[in-house]
C-alpha cells in the first residue's frame, strides 16, 4: 500500500514536471520541447483518477506557469483572452479521456484501438473547446467566419494532435515494458 502512495506521488511529481518544463511553447522550438501539457491531462486522468484532487491541483499549475511565463519571460500573450478560461473543461476532456481508458483497458489486443480511440476522442474534445473558443470568442480574429474557423481549426489540428500523440505514445510504450516486466507493479487491474 505504501509503495503505490509513493507511486502516485511519484506519478504526479513527473507529469508536473513535464509540463513545467514545456508549457512555454505550443510546437517547440529548436531550443525547447512542444508543450506536453496535454498529453499531461490524459496521463493524469489514467494514472491518477481516483485521486480527483490532482485535475484542479494540475489546472492550477497551467494558468500559474502561463502567468509566469508571460510576466518574466516574455512569452506572448497573445492566445490570453476572455476564451482562456476554456482550458478547464478543455483539459478536463482529456482528464476524462485518459480515466476512461483506464477503466477499459483489459491488457489484450484491442487495447491499442481503446487507446488510439481514447486519445482522439479527448483530444478532439479539448481542440474543439479551446480552438473554437479563441477563434469565436477570443476578439483576436476580426471577421469570424466558418471558413475562416475551418482553415484555422485544420492547420493547427495535425501539429497539436502529433504532438500530444507522440508523448502518450512514449509512455504508453513505457508502461507496456513495464507491464510486461511485471504486471503487479502496473496495476492496471486496480479499480
Known amino acids: 500500500m505504501r509503495s503505490l502512495k509513493l507511486s502516485k506521488w511519484g506519478a ?29 491531462f490524459f496521463l493524469a486522468g489514467f494514472y491518477l483518477r481516483e485521486e480527483r484532487w490532482v485535475l484542479p491541483v494540475l489546472l492550477c499549475e497551467a494558468i500559474v506557469i502561463d502567468f509566469v511565463a508571460i510576466r518574466a519571460y516574455g512569452v506572448s500573450s497573445y492566445c490570453v ?20 481508458l483506464r477503466r477499459h483497458l483489459r491488457q489484450r489486443p484491442g487495447d491499442a484501438l481503446r487507446l488510439a480511440g481514447s486519445v482522439l476522442a479527448a483530444f478532439t474534445a479539448c481542440y474543439v473547446l479551446t480552438q473554437g473558443s479563441f477563434y469565436w470568442l477570443g476578439s483576436r480574429i476580426a471577421q469570424p467566419s466558418v471558413s475562416g474557423w475551418w482553415a484555422n481549426f485544420a492547420s493547427w489540428y495535425g501539429p497539436f494532435l502529433l504532438v500530444t ?27
Open 165 to 191: 500523440g507522440t508523448y502518450i505514445g512514449l509512455v504508453s510504450v513505457a508502461h507496456l515494458a513495464v507491464t510486461r516486466w511485471s504486471p503487479a507493479r502496473a496495476g492496471v487491474h486496480a479499480r
Open 12 to 40: 504526479l511529481l513527473a507529469l508536473a514536471v513535464a509540463m513545467g518544463a514545456t508549457r512555454f511553447g505550443h510546437l517547440g522550438t529548436l531550443w525547447a520541447p512542444p508543450d506536453a501539457s496535454w498529453a499531461v
Open 81 to 100: 483572452t476572455g476564451a482562456y478560461w476554456f482550458i478547464v473543461p478543455g483539459y478536463s476532456m482529456l482528464w476524462l479521456g485518459g480515466a476512461w
